[in-house]
């Protein structure tokens, strides 16, 4: 293949010699004319037909100068949103998880939310582990957020005369999660200091109080049993439910809550392909460029999955402004609409009067240099012929 990805090289700087056309594909380009070259068979003069007519094309795909790019953006993304579901769906064929799709989603990605509804994770691994199912299943029990209650072989038992809280440890349970019980073992010490545990069996005093209020200790020996139940042994801050799942060539974990940083931290974990759906913690973790490509992939993932195209050049566009001062910045009063220069934009689009009334008390100055503000006092707007000034020499000479 390299020497025929070569080969239309060349062919396009003969034509760019011969016939002045100032061909600069991109490689992805020139990778699928050389896949077009051998699977049809062409002649190497079809093949030059070929690039003229696809560099006409890609000419016609270029915004022209003064075209509303932000407007078409605005509407191309906006109107299928309109015919975009409401619902949340479970997740790809996984039904233990949920995750929120549809127009919820799209307005959580524009509206830039901190805390989204459903974060998720998909983690997958390196070459050496990705068929290793013994190790994806310790790190997916590692990862995910396990309690007492998981490896208790029966229900906690209430001892009223005692006043303790009784619990027997299932150690099929155990080996069946890979946890280390003498981890569990100094888990369970280190939060309840008066604990005795002998083999499998964990007994519990409760705190006896000053009150004589035979009831005020029942509550209390319940609390205790309820913390008992719920004291986490294992699992990474922020990460609850796992599940694990073998598609054709390998086994990846998704799940319900996300740390992309301390994931990373792991040994076997791809750092490419290991992602999370909160636009936040990328931006965090990776750096802005990748907050912006994550914005691009979740709307265009959200759009696709409800059967919509849109092009992703208005997508690219509203990733760009939501990114371009280093932060990722919502498309709203609070972002991108709100911190416009001009006071008409800002008054046209929310808080009017607010707008007003602020822009008045600072003595501001609106130079109509936009879109909106050129509307509303009724002048030529600054795009496609507007933007164009034509003057006529009228003097004769």
């Known amino acids: 293949m390299e020497d025929v990805i070569i080969k239309v090289e060349e062919i396009i700087a003969q034509l760019n010699e011969e016939e002045n056309l100032d061909i600069d594909f991109p490689d992805s380009y020139i990778e699928d004319l050389a896949k077009s070259f051998v699977k049809r068979d062409l002649s190497d003069d079809e093949l030059r037909e070929l690039i003229r007519r696809l560099k006409a094309a890609y000419d016609r795909a270029h915004v022209e100068a003064g075209e509303a790019v932000g407007t078409v953006a605005a509407q191309s993304v906006g109107e299928p949103g309109t015919q975009m579901t409401m619902r949340t769906f479970h997740y790809a064929g996984v039904t233990e998880l949920n995750v929120t799709l549809g127009l919820p989603r799209l307005i959580e990605i524009v509206d830039a939310r901190k805390e989204i509804a459903t974060p998720t994770m998909d983690i997958y691994f390196d070459e050496e582990r990705r068929n290793d199912e013994e190790f994806v299943r310790t790190l997916a029990n590692q990862i995910g957020k396990s309690t007492i209650n998981d490896i208790l072989s029966d229900s906690i038992n209430l001892n009223y005369g005692t006043m303790e809280v009784e619990a027997d440890l299932d150690n099929k349970k155990i080996e069946e999660k890979r946890l280390d019980r003498e981890e569990i073992n100094s888990i369970i010490e280190k939060t309840f200091k008066k604990a005795t545990i002998t083999n499998n069996h964990i007994v519990i005093p409760s705190q ?93 993932n959200t759009l696709s999955e409800q059967g919509l195209s849109v092009d992703v050049r208005h997508i690219m566009l509203v990733a760009d402004i939501m990114t371009s001062e280093g932060v990722v910045k919502s498309i709203g009063r609070h972002g991108i609409s709100g911190e416009k220069s001009s006071v008409l934009a800002r008054a046209a689009f929310e808080e009017t009067g607010k707008h007003l009334l602020n822009a008045s008390i600072r003595g501001e ?33």
Request: proline fraction near 2%.
């Open 208 to 300: 006896k109080s000053d009150k004589s209020d035979s009831k005020f200790e029942i509550r209390e020996l319940r609390l205790l049993a309820d913390k008992v139940r719920d004291l986490q042994i294992s699992g990474i801050k922020g990460i609850g439910k796992v599940i694990i799942r073998k598609d054709d060539v390998e086994w990846i974990i998704h799940t319900e809550g996300s740390n992309l940083k301390e994931i990373l931290d792991m040994d076997g974990i791809d750092h490419v392909r290991t992602t999370t759906n909160n636009i936040h913690e990328i931006g965090e973790v990776l750096g802005i460029e990748a907050a912006r490509q994550s914005i691009i992939n979740e709307a265009q």
């Open 365 to 397: 100055v609106d130079d109509l240099t936009g879109i909106i503000e050129n509307i509303i006092i009724g002048q030529p707007i600054p795009l496609g012929t507007g933007s164009v000034g034509v003057k006529m020499d009228y003097k004769n000479e």
